[in-house]
Structure formats: structure tokens, C-alpha cells
């Protein structure tokens, strides 16, 4: 099983190219199972992620054509299989995409239920019961979640539906099922997260009728059929996030070329509080840290506050930055996981619930880590690069899901860390 080995101490200077977003392509590798027309793709990232799920999407009998350049091509014209079994989604909860796809161009589906992982249960309720206002027949039975139409009824019907709570997958599955629906569909409390208005222009360069996308409210016109498109899929505001983190902790002065600043707000304003210095630029974001950084206090929210998927990263740095600070996880049940690696590193964190209250450390030592989820094992490399002495993290899989060579792009800005065995 490959590990990172880290020895920390060293600023990070000069690029690195941020790569298309995991958020962004995987809900558009769904979209072209809407079409029987080829969709392409651009900028798609390499991770493991994309591999599943185009071995998920090839599985139903789809033509995928992948280039080294980020090139996907997907022809769903052959699609005969409309269903994603629970061998492939077991590593992959974006999987559940899938369901609103097929069950709006084939009137059915039987998709595998995720199940819970490491950050939190994450059910799909919210997908399900959208569909249910959109017309569709559900049971859930043996772990499967199996969508039809109604005898007689050829299309999804177009409704109004508000979900419990904001769900950004739920979102994506209920506006890819409403652009085939018969009607007009709303879609209340959206999501407003950057990969939906990304996904949405995706659909609109299909024929799509989509408006208020971006906002909490998204109105879709159902059509008949949708053609083939090209999209370039939008820049990794996470991966961006976790490389401005990288510096602001271990110092050094970066550009982070394709980074969207507009995207990162609620993080770059947390930085800049801290004493980074940052500037939005035209075709990127620069950083500039020295010195040890103030430690600042966060909440996560929905977009546009601070994400989730950013406070695994951003508690490494309070972790060594100057003063104490607390960390609230609204988001997920159980994404804490990472601090008792943290504190195999010398930092100091108590967790009460949902909070977290962290006291900065001037200094880390090396230790060896376990890896447990995506973003935990991202901020346990941050905080390797801090580290005094050799830092291994262990189970590094859960990190290739989401980011694109990690240890190559920090090991061209200086860092001192490899793959191992
Ligand atoms: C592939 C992808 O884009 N993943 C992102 C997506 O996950 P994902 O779309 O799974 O996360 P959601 O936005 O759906 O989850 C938000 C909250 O709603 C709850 N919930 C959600 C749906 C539902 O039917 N019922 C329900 O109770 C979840 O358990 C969670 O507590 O948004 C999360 C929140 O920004 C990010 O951390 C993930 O990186
Ligand atoms: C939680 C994440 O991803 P997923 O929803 O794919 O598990 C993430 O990207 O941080």
C-alpha cells in the first residue's frame, strides 16, 4: 500500500497548476448519460475518482474514449445497462449521480445505496424523494434504490421541490433529471457551490433550459432530447484551497496558475485575517507567507462560507499558527477524524461534539500517521511539511481519489516528500 514520506521544514516557491475539480467532473461525466449524442470533456482531473467512475459509466455499456490530456469523450448511445452496482460504488458515494441521469433518458434505474463513510451516514434521502415529486416509483430493497416510471408514462413530470436541508449531489442528480422532465421544474434551497453552475452551463451547452443557476433557487424547462456538447470542467477551488493552506503553514511564495479566487472567498479572507498575503491575478492566485501565521477561528457552511472540504487542511495550519483557535463542523456528523493523527504530531486539540478548540504549537514532530478519508489525509501532509523530521501517512488511496499527483506538484515547489511502497 503506497505511503508518503515527508520531511518537513522546507518553503515552497515558484507554480503549480491547479487541475480541473473532482466536484465538478464527476456530475459531468453523469451528464453525458443524458445524451445519446458524444459529450467531451476537457480538463478532467487524473484521479481515482474519474477512474471509477468511468469504469461505473462503461460498466452500462458506454463508449469512453480517454486522452493523457484530460480529453474525455463519452458516446451513451450504446448504453444498455442503466444501472451501478454495488461493487462500484462502494469505493465511490458520487456513484448515487447515476440515478438521476438514467432514470429521466430510460424511465429506469437500479443504483446501489452508498452506504455511510468515515466523515459522516450521508443518506440519500433527499435525491430519492425529489424524484418521487418528479413522478418516478421507488423501493429501496437488497441495498438497491430501484427507479421506474409509472406503466404508461414515458417522461419525469417537472414539480417544485425544496429540500429538508442544502445538498449539493442532491442538487446536481434533481437538475440533471428535470432538463429531460415534461414541464417546469424548481428547485428551492439549491445548492450554490461553484460545481453547479458549472455542471448547469455543461447542460445548457446540451440544450438545456436552465435559469438561476449559482442561486438558491434553479428553474429548469424540461426538453425532448438533449445533443452532444464540449465543456472545459471548471479549476479545483479545494485543490487550491489545500495548496494555500500548504504554504500559508510551511512559508514560501506560490502561484497557483488556472486557481479560481473567486471561489475561494471564505478561505482566502481566513488567510489574509491569518497574515498571508494573497492576490487574486488574472489566470491565478499568488501567496505569500512568512513567519508563523495567527491562528483563526471558522464554521463551515454551504457555499459561499467556509467548506468543509477545506477544514481538515485549514486546522493543520491553526495547529502551528499563534493562539488558539475553534473549529465548528456543521456539515458532517464525523469529520474529525484527522485529529488524533494530529495529536501523534504534537498538536493540541480538544474536540466537544462538533467543536473543536485548538491551541497553535510552535512546533511539530514527525510521527507516522494513518490516512482516513480524503481531506484528513490532505491536511495530515500540511502538517508533515511543518514537521520536524519524517513524517509517513499511511493509506494515501483516500488521497489520490481527490488530487491530481499531490506529492509531484509539492515536491516541484521544494518540498522534501515521496511516494513509497
Ligand atoms: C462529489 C461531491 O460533490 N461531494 C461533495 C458534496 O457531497 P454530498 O453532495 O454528498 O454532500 P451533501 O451536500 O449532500 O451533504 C450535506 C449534508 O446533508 C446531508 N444529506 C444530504 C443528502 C440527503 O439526501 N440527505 C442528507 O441528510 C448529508 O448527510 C450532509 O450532512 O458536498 C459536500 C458538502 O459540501 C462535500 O463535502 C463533498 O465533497
Ligand atoms: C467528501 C468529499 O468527497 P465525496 O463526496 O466524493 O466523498 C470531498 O471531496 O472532500
Known amino acids: 500500500m503506497d505511503k508518503l514520506r515527508i520531511r518537513g521544514g522546507r518553503e515552497l516557491q515558484g507554480e503549480v497548476a491547479i487541475a480541473g475539480a ?22 478532467v482531473p487524473r484521479l481515482q475518482d474519474v477512474t471509477t467512475m468511468l469504469k461505473l459509466i462503461r460498466n452500462m455499456g458506454v463508449q469512453v474514449a480517454q486522452g493523457e490530456d484530460g480529453v474525455v469523450v463519452l458516446d451513451a448511445s450504446t448504453l444498455n445497462q442503466p444501472e451501478a452496482p454495488y461493487e462500484l460504488v462502494k469505493t465511490m458515494r458520487a456513484s448515487v449521480l447515476a440515478l438521476g441521469p ?5 424511465g429506469q434505474a437500479r443504483v446501489s445505496l452508498p452506504g455511510g463513510c468515515a466523515i459522516g451516514s450521508r443518506p ?25 416510471l409509472p406503466a404508461g408514462q414515458k417522461r419525469l413530470k417537472g414539480a417544485r421541490i425544496t429540500t429538508d436541508m442544502v445538498t449539493v449531489t442532491g442538487t446536481e442528480n434533481l437538475l440533471m433529471a428535470a432538463t429531460l422532465a415534461q414541464g417546469e421544474t424548481i428547485l428551492e434551497n439549491a445548492a450554490q457551490e461553484p460545481e453547479i453552475p458549472d455542471l448547469a452551463e455543461l447542460l445548457i451547452k446540451m440544450g438545456a433550459k436552465i435559469e438561476g443557476h449559482g ?26 484551497g489545500t495548496f494555500l ?7 514560501g511564495d506560490v502561484f497557483l496558475r488556472h486557481a479560481r479566487g473567486d471561489h475561494l472567498d471564505a478561505v482566502i479572507e481566513k488567510l489574509a485575517a491569518a497574515g498571508a498575503r494573497i492576490s487574486v491575478q ?95 489525509s490532505a491536511g495530515l501532509v500540511i502538517a508533515g511539511l511543518v514537521a520536524e523530521g519524517e513524517t509517513i501517512v499511511d493509506r494515501i488511496y483516500h488521497l489520490d481519489r481527490g488530487y491530481d499527483r499531490m506529492e509531484a506538484k509539492l515536491a516541484a515547489l521544494g518540498a522534501d516528500i515521496e511516494r513509497v511502497k
Open 102 to 106: 438514467l432514470l429521466a433518458r430510460f
Open 282 to 376: 488574472e489566470g491565478g492566485v499568488r501567496i505569500l507567507s512568512q513567519g508563523r501565521l495567527k491562528a483563526q477561528s471558522f464554521r463551515t457552511t454551504e457555499y459561499p462560507g467556509f467548506p468543509t472540504d477545506m477544514q481538515a487542511q485549514f486546522m493543520a495550519l491553526n495547529c502551528v499558527a499563534q493562539g488558539t483557535s475553534t473549529v465548528t463542523e456543521t456539515i458532517f456528523e464525523n469529520r474529525y477524524m484527522h485529529v488524533n493523527e494530529l495529536l501523534r504530531l504534537g498538536a493540541k486539540i480538544q474536540i466537544d461534539g462538533r467543536l473543536a478548540m485548538i491551541e497553535g504549537v510552535s512546533r511539530l514532530s514527525g510521527a507516522t500517521v494513518m490516512a482516513t478519508d480524503l481531506r484528513a
Open 22 to 43: 473532482k466536484n465538478a467532473a464527476l456530475p459531468e461525466l453523469c451528464a453525458a448519460l443524458l445524451s445519446s449524442d458524444a459529450v467531451t470533456l476537457s480538463n
Open 245 to 251: 493552506c500548504a504554504v500559508a503553514a510551511a512559508g
Open 215 to 240: 442561486s438558491s433557487r434553479i428553474r429548469i424547462q424540461g426538453v425532448d432530447a438533449l445533443h452532444g456538447a464540449r465543456h472545459a470542467v471548471v479549476a479545483d477551488r479545494i485543490e487550491a
Open 124 to 148: 440519500v434521502d433527499q435525491h430519492i424523494k425529489g424524484l418521487q415529486a418528479m413522478g418516478a416509483d421507488i423501493v429501496v430493497e437488497h441495498g438497491y434504490i430501484i427507479a421506474k
